[in-house]
C-alpha cells in the first residue's frame, strides 16, 4: 500500500466518522455553522 492509498483511506473513515457524529448529534452541527 502506497502512502498516497494509505492518506486516502484515512481521509474517507475520518470523512464518514465525521458525517456520522454531524447526523446523530445535532449541536456539533450548529456549532460549525
Do not use: A, D, G
Not at 17 to 24: G, S
Request: net charge positive; aromatic share 28%; proline share 0%.
Amino acid at each position: 500500500m502506497t502512502l498516497k492509498m494509505l492518506y486516502f483511506s484515512f481521509y474517507c473513515v475520518s470523512f464518514i466518522l465525521l458525517v456520522f457524529i454531524l447526523f446523530h448529534l445535532n449541536i456539533f452541527l450548529i456549532f460549525l455553522l
